[in-house]
């Protein structure tokens, strides 16, 4: 594997289920970043870990909990959502200390739908 | 606080003709700017990013954008497209002290024979 993966790549759950998206990154990467894409909206920074020390935590409810347990894993657990959480979630990672200027690698995404 | 705009939500190009999207930015300081595209069923691809210096910046698969200050616009243009250039793009611009892009909405691209 190279890159960024993530898994699963569509995920489809009722508001009441607990579920995880999960991120690799293979490019010995320090820095990694959850992103919600949502329709007709701009992509939205929802956390960032750099050295597995979350560093951003845009305003993000609580039903989204974030884990890095190492500089190449990232997930994120998903319990009692709403309808209009369903998005595609992107991945990235970074070289450095997850500054802007570092180059994000993005995954392919996950596509969620909240039934 | 930055911002990005994009305003064609919709281009469509014919093969071989040149191109050129647009995205203007609001930011106080210089801007970090940068041009994604994202494929069908990928993820975001960097073309080029601008920090300072020459304002007309080379990019992956032939792509170039032009920094205008004046303008707050940083628009991207290819001279030819190909059929393979169909995708989304997204323009965004950060801070120097911050970790956050700020994307804009996208322009989807339509490349016809």
């Known amino acids: 594997e190279t890159g960024v993966t993530q898994t699963p790549r569509h995920l489809v759950m009722g508001m009441t289920n607990k579920k995880s998206l999960k991120c690799e990154q293979h490019?010995?990467?320090?820095?990694m970043y959850w992103y919600k894409q949502s329709a007709k909206k701009p992509l939205e920074l929802m956390f960032v870990y750099n050295f597995k020390e979350q560093t951003e935590n845009n305003s993000v409810p609580s039903r989204f909990s974030p884990e890095c347990p190492n500089s190449s894993h990232l997930f994120l657990h998903l319990h009692t959502l709403q309808p209009e959480d369903s998005a595609l979630y992107l991945c990235?990672?970074?070289?450095?200390?997850?500054?802007?200027?570092?180059?994000?690698?993005f995954g392919p995404g996950t596509r969620l739908t909240v039934l | 606080a930055q911002s990005v705009t994009q305003p064609d939500i919709h281009i469509t190009v014919s093969e071989g003709a040149s191109l050129e999207l647009r995205c203007n930015y609001s930011?106080?300081?210089?801007?970090?700017l940068f041009w994604y595209v994202q494929s069908p069923g990928q993820g975001l691809q960097l073309l080029l990013k601008y920090f300072s210096g020459d304002t007309l910046v080379q990019g992956i698969k032939g792509f170039e954008a032009e920094f205008k200050r004046s303008q707050s616009s940083f628009n991207l243009r290819k001279p030819s497209v190909h059929w393979s250039d169909a995708a989304e793009y997204f323009c965004?611009?950060?801070?120097?002290?911050?970790?956050?892009?700020?994307f804009g909405k996208g322009t989807s691209l339509l490349v016809t024979p």
């Open positions: 490019l010995g990467h320090n820095a």
């Open positions: 965004a611009v950060g801070a120097e002290s911050g970790y956050a892009l700020n």
């Open positions: 930011y106080g300081a210089t801007p970090y």
């Open positions: 990235a990672s970074s070289q450095k200390g997850g500054k802007v200027t570092d180059t994000q690698y």
